[in-house]
């Protein structure tokens, strides 16, 4: 998994995901819940305070910088002191499974993935929504999914029960030498079906009929748009052990944006995991 400048975390061999737009937030998460008393948003808790920077002794909330540290700000004293604040309502609709303030908040991402994890991630329809790239109106990149040596062997070594992931009956045990023909007769035959696509489009046949040769190794691009909850759902799905490799890669890359936009609830989403 990697992060480039732009904010976009490259994926496999040719695939990304990327953040379009964040709405909502966990202050909103809360403001929901409190519809039924009016009390709205009160707070984060405040576990440092500088004495320094406010006179009245009350302090300056100063968080995240260590005991015995001097403030950053004017380098005179700090307090610590334990005051909790929404993090505990937030604590409680998560724990008691109060899923629909969740719901006032989310992502919609960019994704670039090989069809066939298209395949499974659209099974996840509520509340989500997809907008993928057409090849009845434009050409398919021309990008194939090669697994890596390492995916193959090591995928084979460790399918257990997990009958998707095994070999037909009487199979031998794959190794690096076999693993390393297969890929190649692989790739040529992606080669192969790339030549008869370009070959149908240049023909003149419709972009519709000349697709059908495309595998489910194609990658394709796609917008996917879904509320806080259901992409909670999506990872607890998705990222776990039984999800196919390449599903749960882009998993754990949805895992990272979000930590980074709702951390005080991916926190307790992997809390509850751990």
């Not at 895992?255 to 980074?260: F, M, P």
Request: aromatic letters at 8%.
């Amino acid at each position: 998994m990697t992060m480039v400048m732009d904010g976009r975390i490259e994926l496999l061999d040719h695939g990304y995901l990327q953040l379009v737009e964040k709405w909502g937030s966990e202050e909103q998460i809360v403001e929901s819940a409190r519809m039924s008393t009016g009390k709205g948003f009160l707070g984060w808790g405040v576990e440092e305070t500088c004495e320094g920077c406010d006179g009245s002794g009350t302090g300056t909330k100063m968080l995240g910088h260590g005991p015995g540290s001097l403030c950053p700000k004017c380098r005179g004293r700090k307090v610590f002191i334990n005051k909790p604040g929404d993090e505990k309502l937030l604590r409680t609709l998560w724990t008691n499974e109060h899923g629909t303030p969740f719901e006032m908040a989310g992502i919609t991402i960019e994704v670039q993935a090989p069809i066939m994890v298209f395949r499974e991630w659209h099974r996840h329809r509520v509340p989500f929504g997809y907008n993928e790239l057409s090849a009845r109106y434009t050409p398919l990149p021309d990008f194939d999914y090669v697994p890596s040596i390492e995916r193959v062997v090591e995928g084979a070594k460790n399918a257990g029960r997990n009958k998707q992931a095994q070999a037909v009956e009487a199979a031998p045990t794959i190794g690096e030498v076999s693993t390393r023909e297969w890929l190649d007769e692989l790739t040529q035959a992606y080669q192969h079906c790339e030549r008869v696509y370009q070959s149908g489009l240049k023909r003149g046949v419709p972009k519709e009929l000349a697709r059908l040769i495309v595998p489910v190794g194609r990658y394709s691009r796609m917008r996917a748009t879904g509320n806080l909850r259901g992409w909670l759902a999506f990872l607890k799905l998705r990222d776990a052990k039984p999800a196919q490799h390449e599903i749960r890669v882009f998993a754990k890359a949805v895992h990272v944006l979000l930590t980074g936009l709702f951390p005080r609830t991916l926190a307790l989403f992997d809390e509850g995991r751990s």
